[in-house]
């Protein structure tokens, strides 16, 4: 009885819980559709690509959610207005200035995401999609490219030669996605703690588990 006890306390902690973690991915904490990065005190939508299923009244969006840079500006607005799960300051995902691969500064949200929190390769696509859903092929920022006023920064998280890499485009081009984040920890407190007690007490019972012989 007790171990059937302790088998549906461990089930419902990891009906909780997105996946057993990896180092990396546990700086992601998921609560409530929100999932904090603790490595760059952000947070992201759990839903990376709302606008293809809410589009908060904005036109120029497609079925897919895709937009160019001017509407994706728009739509955050659109958002903020809307005090959208409670908040009034999304914004875009900030970008440095630097065109490439495995740009990791403490601007390059994105590339961090992607390299050293799901386990993404330079043209090799994700090692995992982590707590996120509907994840995009290319995501703009917010960040206009110094060299053409015209052009803004997007991150590639696809399968293809682009994977991973961050590079300006034309703001008028409607195929790129928006996701939407805020800065610090906008996960509820309560229960964000709960779930990291049922993390580690499953951790616990698991490691316990390990040292037992049957």
Known sequence: MKSMTTLKCLS????????APTPSEAALVLVNG??????????FLQNSNLAATQTFGVLGISG???MDWNTANQYIAAMNAANYMGFNTWRLPHSSDNPGYNNNSVL????HLYYMELGGTAAGGLGTTGPFLNLPTDVWSDHTASWNSGTAFF?????TITAG???AAWKHLGSYAVWPVLDGDATPEPAR??????GLSGL?????RGGTSR
């Open 193 to 198: 703690m709960a779930m990291l007690a049922l």
């Open 155 to 159: 991150f590639s998280f696809g399968a």
């Open 108 to 111: 390059d949200e994105m590339s």
């Open 165 to 167: 890499y961050q590079t």
């Open 64 to 66: 897919s959610g895709y």
């Open 12 to 19: 419902a902690a990891m009906a909780l819980a997105w996946a």
């Open 204 to 208: 616990g019972l698991r490691r316990r």
């Open 34 to 43: 929100l999932v904090y990065d603790t490595d760059r005190n952000i947070t």
